[in-house]
T-cell receptor, first 115, second 112 residues
């Protein structure tokens, strides 16, 4: 129930295209859903995050779509660029009664944007 | 740059040894998290501290321990190291005990 399932495992997109990565969760207590971007040899960098009281959040070319009833959320990268080539992780956390925000991560998606 | 610092960047050691990984959170952040990243297990939560106190524990082995000091930096101690402990270890910090977390650059541990 603590798992977050992420798909696809890898993705190849042409420059200018839309990259879409999906995640699904089971634990309805999750109340914070971030996406992280990781380049080789670097730490994960917070990209964008959403809480379950909204269905969509957009920051620049990055959009999170959230479907509470389906327990799914996705990351859309518009106008994908070669510089977006990285590994993307979805995650979820539950504040819970202990005020802990430990992140449960998806398995990651390796995105390659071809020029 | 997230503002979270970790040292050392790389660590190579032998089985059975003990190492200490250090993390300095962003200025003002009270909470520190430790995560392990390996190819087969992905990113796994190990332990969380908030203002010096342990707040949550994940899949952390008994051979591993951590603490957060009064100046809020944290150390992760790994002992009786095994080959399977080779991984990237990340520290993250957040202003409170939940919400946004900012990751450091990581420590790559290689156990030979």
């Amino acid at each position: 129930q603590q798992q977050v399932k992420q798909s696809p495992q890898s993705l190849i997109v042409q420059k200018g295209g839309i990259s879409i990565i999906n995640c699904a969760y089971e634990n309805t207590a999750f109340d914070y859903f971030p996406w992280y971007q990781q380049f080789p040899g670097k730490g994960p960098a917070l990209l964008i995050a959403i809480r379950p009281d909204v269905s969509e959040k957009k920051e620049g070319r990055f959009t999170i779509s959230f479907n509470k009833s389906a327990k799914q959320f996705s990351l859309h990268i518009m106008d994908s660029q070669p510089g977006d080539s990285a590994t993307y992780f979805c995650a979820a956390s539950s504040r819970g009664s202990g005020n802990t925000g430990k992140l449960i991560f998806g398995q990651g998606t390796t995105l390659q944007v071809k020029p | 740059d997230s503002g979270v610092t970790q040292t050392p960047k790389h660590l190579i050691t032998a089985t059975g040894q003990r190492v200490t990984l250090r993390c300095s959170p962003r200025s003002g952040d009270l909470s520190v998290y430790w995560y392990q990243q390996s190819l087969d297990q992905g990113l796994q939560f190990l332990i969380q501290y908030y203002n010096g106190e342990e707040r949550a524990k994940g899949n952390i082995l008994e051979r591993f321990s951590a603490q957060q000091f009064p100046d809020l930096h944290s150390e992760l101690n790994l002992s009786s190291l095994e080959l399977g402990d080779s991984a990237l270890y990340f520290c993250a910090s957040s202003p409170q005990g939940w919400g946004e977390q900012f990751f450091g650059p990581g420590t790559r541990l290689t156990v030979l």
